[in-house]
């Protein structure tokens, strides 16, 4: 399918084939903004209200002015997916800069920002929910309001990174032992028949997948426990699984080539998959694997 971007502002909802904005634009060059991604299945939104709450809550955080409110928001982004007539599996991914000014570290006045968003087809990774997927530790040097989904994410990149050429799918990050998340989504052990993740504190993104775990547990009757686990932990873990918008929740097998319980899927996780699916509302249908 084509692929449509659009800007999005209080005064225009304008179809371009190249977001040409000037090089003295803030997202670009101090990372001065914020973004989402939200997940869409069978061209619908998942999660929809608790991204575009998430979206203004980052905005808050670092004091930038959204030229919109929440529902106008929600209707430019129904509307986007009505113009690119999206029916599959994909994602919106949305970005607010803090606008286009001379090169100054200080807040530019009078300037509005640039908010834009584009849609995109992206198929569920069916062998990687059925399989599971592999994990290095690294230490985690990111910065100390991990909670804004900030455009600042080079010490993610770079773990990311590492983790790709380590034949592995996520870098476990860490604070002396600690473990905090992974480098783009949140991370989770389970031990005795409960689940336990680290506190939403400014530490760790409060992902939206995150939030829908915690109340799929409570209606299994699962404990949720906001408790960091260590790197000593998961030498005795029965199960881990980490879980973000692109991944869902997927099973963690093996960390820095050790398996999770024999390198098996655990029964807490595939219930915890099981969950997500029926409130997604997917089908049964087969897709196209990543």
Same mark, same amino acid.
């Given at each position: 399918?084509?692929?449509?971007?659009?800007?999005?502002?209080?005064?225009?909802?304008?179809?371009?084939?190249?977001?040409?904005?000037?090089?003295?634009?803030?997202?670009?060059?101090?990372?001065?903004?914020?973004?989402?991604?939200?997940?869409?299945?069978?061209?619908?939104?998942?999660?929809?209200?608790?991204? *575009?709450?998430?979206?203004?809550?980052?905005?808050?955080?670092?004091?930038?002015?959204?030229?919109?409110?929440?529902?106008?928001?929600?209707?430019?982004?129904?509307?986007?997916?009505?113009?690119?007539?999206?029916?599959?599996? /994909?994602?919106?991914?949305?970005?607010?800069?803090?606008?286009?000014?001379?090169?100054?570290?200080?807040?530019? *006045? /009078?300037?509005?920002?640039?908010?834009?968003?584009? *849609?995109?087809?992206?198929?569920?990774?069916?062998?990687?929910?059925?399989?599971?997927?592999?994990?290095?530790?690294?230490?985690?040097?990111?910065?100390?309001?991990?909670?804004?989904?900030?455009?600042?994410?080079?010490?993610?990149?770079?773990? !990311?990174?590492?983790?790709?050429?380590?034949?592995?799918?996520?870098?476990?990050?860490?604070?002396?032992?600690?473990?905090?998340?992974?480098?783009?989504?949140?991370?989770?052990?389970? !031990?005795?028949?409960?689940?336990?993740?680290?506190?939403?504190?400014?530490?760790?993104?409060?992902?939206?997948?995150?939030?829908?775990?915690?109340?799929?547990?409570?209606?299994?009757?699962?404990?949720?426990?906001?408790?960091?686990?260590?790197?000593?932990?998961?030498?005795?873990?029965?199960?881990?699984?980490?879980?973000?918008?692109?991944?869902?929740?997927?099973?963690?097998?093996?960390?820095?080539? !050790?398996?999770?319980?024999?390198?098996?899927? /655990?029964?807490?996780?595939?219930?915890?998959?099981?969950?997500?699916?029926?409130?997604?509302?997917?089908?049964?249908? !087969?897709?196209?694997?990543?």
């Amino acid at each position: 399918m084509g692929v449509y971007p659009i800007v999005l502002s209080q005064t225009k909802f304008t179809h371009q084939d190249n977001l040409d904005y000037p090089f003295e634009e803030r997202g670009l060059q101090f990372g001065d903004g914020i973004y989402e991604v939200i997940r869409i299945y069978d061209g619908n939104y998942y999660l929809f209200t608790e991204h *575009v709450d998430r979206f203004f809550r980052s905005a808050d955080a670092i004091r930038l002015e959204l030229p919109f409110e929440k529902e106008q928001l929600k209707t430019l982004l129904h509307d986007l997916l009505k113009q690119n007539n999206m029916k599959n599996d /994909g994602i919106v991914y949305m970005q607010a800069t803090r606008g286009s000014a001379p090169r100054d570290h200080v807040f530019p *006045v /009078g300037v509005e920002a640039n908010v834009y968003a584009y *849609v995109k087809d992206l198929p569920r990774n069916l062998s990687n929910l059925e399989n599971g997927i592999s994990v290095i530790t690294k230490e985690d040097i990111r910065w100390k309001k991990c909670y804004i989904k900030s455009l600042n994410l080079l010490p993610n990149v770079l773990a !990311k990174q590492e983790a790709k050429e380590n034949n592995c799918y996520e870098a476990l990050l860490h604070e002396d032992g600690l473990v905090t998340e992974c480098s783009s989504s949140n991370a989770y052990l389970v !031990k005795d028949g409960k689940i336990y993740t680290h506190p939403a504190t400014s530490r760790i993104l409060h992902g939206c997948v995150r939030m829908a775990v915690e109340r799929f547990a409570n209606e299994l009757g699962i404990p949720f426990i906001e408790e960091a686990f260590t790197l000593a932990d998961i030498q005795s873990a029965d199960e881990m699984f980490l879980s973000s918008s692109t991944s869902e929740v997927l099973p963690i097998l093996n960390v820095d080539r !050790k398996p999770v319980n024999n390198g098996i899927p /655990g029964e807490i996780t595939r219930k915890l998959q099981d969950a997500y699916q029926k409130d997604a509302n997917i089908s049964n249908r !087969k897709t196209a694997q990543q």
